[in-house]
């Protein structure tokens, strides 16, 4: 079966593995799934992530989920920008997610980041999802 957008199959998988509190999720590997894992771990939301590669089948992620006092560190993960219906942002534009505790991922023509590296850089682009 063909999966027509992978990242929010990454993002239901971290989401559902975090409600049930697992230690590890794996997801198959992308480029983009390694950039927007890459501004998770950056951002502290998961420990970090590393590629398995079995033989004969398709390489994977094993992405490992980060708790604090039992509870997920990401409470709140969902896609914004999606195949039918893309959104864009302007830096300007960009509003701080939960008053500046959660973060935006963006994909910008400097590559993928969060909102306040967005900033930094001063680019714009797609709003990939917001994470809390």
């Known amino acids: 079966m063909s999966m027509n957008d992978p990242l ?3 993002i239901a998988r971290i989401k559902n593995a975090a409600t049930r509190k697992r230690a590890k999720v794996a997801t198959p590997a992308s480029k983009l799934r ?9 951002e502290g939301y998961i420990r970090g992530y590393s590629l398995v590669e079995k033989p004969g ?3 994977e992620f094993e992405i490992e989920l980060k708790y ?3 509870e997920p560190v990401i409470a709140e993960i969902a896609r914004v920008s999606k195949p ?6 302007s830096i300007k534009d960009l509003k701080p997610i939960k008053n500046g505790l ?3 991922i963006l994909s910008t023509p400097k590559g993928v980041m969060s909102d306040s590296a967005a900033r930094d850089a001063n680019v714009g682009g797609e709003v990939l999802c917001r994470v809390y």
């Open 8 to 10: 929010s199959d990454m």
């Open 34 to 42: 390694a950039r927007v894992l890459d501004v998770l771990a950056d």
């Open 57 to 59: 089948a398709f390489p």
């Open 68 to 70: 604090f006092d039992g």
């Open 84 to 89: 039918g219906r893309r959104v864009y942002s």
């Open 102 to 104: 959660g973060i935006s």
